[in-house]
């Protein structure tokens, strides 16, 4: 029996790990769940799975939490450093799922001790990619890829042989705005940028997936998990999100990876690496499906993907600050205080005013995320007038 920890056990990510657990009661069992305010579902999984710590992130929330777990034996524990706590405990996995920069510390708590994390959280590395890849070299901790794409390239990658790889290849959807006219662009509801036509997720990488900011943050994330160049990691539209990602070799071969857009796939995948386990995903029927097209992105249209792209050969500060200012374009978007185009303005006139040192250490990743932010929140009200 393996143990795991669930950072982010109410979201999209940690109920489709909790979904295929649930299904396997043999082969896991839960050290700690984690939540940022949702304590009534925290309380309903911790039960469920008899979890042995429950832990909510908002520390005003630790009465309701007891409350909620009153009669059962699981501790529970309120606030960020309870969460990085939470990471601490002995555990053989972790499934990192927080959303954004806030999963930074407990995941990095997670590496340091030499868990096998899972890694769903790309901001992470996007925001402190060299760091965490030194903090997981030093510790020994294994990184295994959650997101489909990585995973799909983790699945096909010749980790024995990099030189023998041309470039990789992530493919995208294009999200619910590919065909949008471009003068209705500005005019895009959060409800119309948050349904996405193949994947059903959380709400902030719904709206990355509209702007293809999500792809970007994926070149990244990429850039640092595969021994590749950022000039090898292409970026290929693909609608039907069946091919997953590719890897192309020297000799002109190209190996994939295929499935229905399911994450309880790379989920499984990373839950019994290095060997296999049933997960319950849709099987493929391309039959059914017919064709599968692909197209170049537009640049002019998905400016966060240049954004990304740009900040990622720029290094340094870039990727830290690129991530912080669009969190706080995303959640300004999704409270109706920015308008769809201007998350890439906003992303793009952080960029020129903050500091743009390299960080050293994490508290000055930290820093400049928090400096970011600050600009950023400043900036918003520029664009919403
Ligand atoms: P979500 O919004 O559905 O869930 C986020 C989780 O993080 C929740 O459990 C929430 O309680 C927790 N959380 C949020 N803010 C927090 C904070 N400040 N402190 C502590 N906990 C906090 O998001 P999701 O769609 O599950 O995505 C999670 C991560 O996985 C993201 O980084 C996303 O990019 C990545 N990812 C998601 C998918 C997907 O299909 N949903 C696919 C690939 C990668
Ligand atoms: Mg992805």
Redesign the pocket.
């Given at each position: 029996m393996k143990s795991i920890t669930i950072?982010?056990?109410?979201?999209?990510?940690?109920?489709?790990t909790l979904d295929l657990l649930r299904r396997n009661p043999d082969r896991f069992k839960v050290e700690a769940l984690?939540?940022?305010?949702?304590v009534q579902e925290?309380a309903a999984v911790a039960r469920e799975f008899n979890a042995r710590v429950a832990v909510i992130?908002r520390e005003d929330l630790l009465a309701d939490l007891k409350a909620a777990l009153d009669g059962t034996d699981i501790e529970a524990a309120a606030g960020?450093g309870a969460?990085i706590e939470a990471a601490s405990r002995p555990s053989d996995m972790v499934m990192?799922?927080?959303?954004?920069a806030?999963?930074l510390a407990?995941t990095l708590a997670a590496v340091r001790r030499g868990a096998t994390v899972l890694l769903?959280?790309?901001?992470?590395l996007v925001c402190a990619g060299d760091l965490m890849m030194a903090e997981v070299r030093q510790s020994g901790a294994t990184l295994l890829p959650?997101?489909?794409e990585h995973n799909a390239i983790f699945q096909v990658f010749d980790f024995n042989a990099p030189e023998r790889i041309d470039r990789i290849v992530l493919t995208a959807s294009g999200g619910p705005c590919r065909q949008t006219p471009a003068e209705r662009l500005p005019f895009i509801t959060p409800a119309e940028a948050v349904a996405h036509p193949n994947?059903?997720?959380?709400?902030?990488?719904?709206v990355?997936s509209a702007t293809m900011m999500?792809k970007g943050?994926e070149v990244i994330e990429a850039f640092h998990l595969f021994p590749v160049k950022a000039s090898q990691i292409e970026v290929l539209i693909h609608p039907q999100s069946v091919i997953h990602s590719m890897v192309q070799y020297v000799d002109g071969s190209t190996l994939a990876q295929l499935g229905s857009p399911d994450?309880r796939t790379?989920i499984a995948y990373c839950l019994a690496w290095p060997e296999r386990m049933t997960a319950p995903a849709e099987r493929l029927d391309l039959g059914r499906i017919g064709a599968l097209t692909f197209e170049a992105p537009d640049m002019e249209r998905f400016r966060c993907l240049a954004l990304a792209r740009a900040a990622l050969e720029a290094g340094g500060a870039a990727p830290t600050v690129l991530n912080a200012a669009n969190e706080i374009a995303v959640a300004a978007f999704l409270g109706n205080r920015l308008r769809f185009t201007d998350i890439a303005a906003l992303v793009d006139a952080t960029l020129s005013l903050a500091d743009m040192k390299a960080p050293q250490s994490l508290e000055t990743v930290f820093a400049l995320d928090a400096e970011a932010r600050r600009i950023a929140d400043g900036l918003i009200m520029k664009f919403a007038a």
């Open positions: 950072l982010g056990a109410t979201g999209s990510i940690g109920q489709s984690t939540a940022h305010c949702r925290l992130g960020e969460i990192a799922a927080i959303v954004g806030a999963g407990p769903a959280n790309k901001e992470v959650v997101d489909s994947w059903d997720m959380g709400a902030k990488i719904s990355d999500n943050l994450m790379p």
